[in-house]
């Protein structure tokens, strides 16, 4: 997890001439990294606007960030988030395609933090949440949704992984729900609101399993221009062929951010979070931040399983000022004795 870690960066700003008032069309922000997992990184990431065709409404954007090694592996990621209908319909989909080297972990909290074996793996992978308030009042910050989602992987296990199901090539569909309540005053960098979030998917395919999901964040206003945000989050993952990476547990960059995808996952996990955020000057923001995580293979267990922690302090550069929308660089302290860093679009929660 030793990690060094250079971020080169350059704003690029198109303001429409036309318009009454200057509209952001696009950013974009160069990196170059190194990781002792995959030597040296480089990439970027592309950031497209669009604006609303009435004063008011939410703006909607297309994320693209691409990533290459020296190790030959690549990544790519694209999130169109789309505001339709006056904003009754949102669409916060997500596509990509990799050929990644990762690493596999012992289950649950009480599991080593070191790897016990690697793969390379290839994947494909789509979802598109269809998320809308229609029929209901416009006054209630509530939604509905479906959920389809789409994955196909191939992998190149080391010699010492014994081949199980969770481990096989395969692909699998998923159909779900949603129901959302968020009443946040913006949804790139709130000051204050409630966020409320359950979502529950069935997946059929090569893998058959079954995986829900509660959110809940709150944030309010302190002192000195300062925002104190909230999380917790409740992952469950059930089945018998469940793939390795959909075990219930941290994504490495937003929920318990700084350690890899994968490190004490389990069937069940639970991370709670607090942060303050405050702007500095021109588009420069910074945050620092506490946050837990356990896992185990049922709630009760997992109550009883070791808690981890990790504490750590961030920096903000404003992609686009006019919506709040910030990259992030976040150094944290796991356990008192590992090092993580995270570069990432948009917050953590």
């Not at 989909?93 to 793996?121: M, N, P, T």
Request: charged share 20%.
């Amino acid at each position: 997890m030793k990690r060094i870690i250079v971020l080169l960066s350059l704003l690029f700003f198109v303001p429409n001439v036309f318009a009454e008032k200057p509209f952001q069309r696009f950013s974009a922000l160069p990196f170059l990294a190194y990781s002792e997992e995959t030597k040296l990184q480089y990439g970027g990431m592309f950031l497209l606007f669009f604006k609303p065709v009435e004063g008011g409404q939410k703006t909607s954007s297309i994320d693209f960030v691409a990533m290459g090694t020296t190790e030959n592996q690549y990544q790519f990621r694209t999130k169109p988030h789309f505001y339709l209908w006056q904003d009754k319909l949102f669409i916060p989909s997500e596509f990509s395609i990799s050929k990644w080297r990762g690493s596999l972990y012992e289950h649950s909290s009480s599991g080593s933090f070191d790897a016990v074996s690697g793969y390379e793996q290839t994947h494909f992978y789509g979802s598109i949440p269809l998320e809308m308030n229609f029929g209901l009042p416009s006054v209630l910050p509530m939604r509905y949704g479906v959920l389809f989602k789409g994955d196909y992987r191939e992998n190149d296990l080391d010699s010492s992984i014994y081949e199980t199901k969770s481990l096989q090539d395969g692909s699998f569909l998923g159909f779900g729900y949603s129901l959302t309540f968020d009443n946040r005053d913006n949804t790139n960098w709130p000051t204050k609101g409630f966020y409320a979030r359950f979502e529950e998917n069935f997946y059929l395919g090569d893998f058959s399993f079954h995986t829900e999901e509660v959110d809940l964040r709150t944030y309010f206003p302190i002192i000195w221009n300062t925002t104190a945000a909230l999380g917790v989050l409740w992952r469950q993952s059930r089945g018998d062929e469940i793939p390795f990476d959909y075990f219930s547990g941290s994504d490495g960059t937003s929920r318990f951010r700084g350690i890899d995808s994968g490190v004490w996952n389990d069937t069940q996990a639970l991370v709670c979070q607090i942060e303050l955020r405050k702007t500095l000057f021109w588009r420069l923001a910074g945050t620092i931040f506490f946050e837990t995580f356990q896992s185990g293979s049922y709630f009760s267990e997992m109550l009883r399983e070791k808690i981890h922690t990790s504490v750590g302090f961030g920096g903000r550069l404003a992609l686009n000022k006019s919506e709040s929308l910030y990259a992030r660089g976040d150094i944290s302290l796991i356990d008192g004795k590992h090092i993580g860093l995270t570069i990432y679009l948009r917050e953590a929660f």
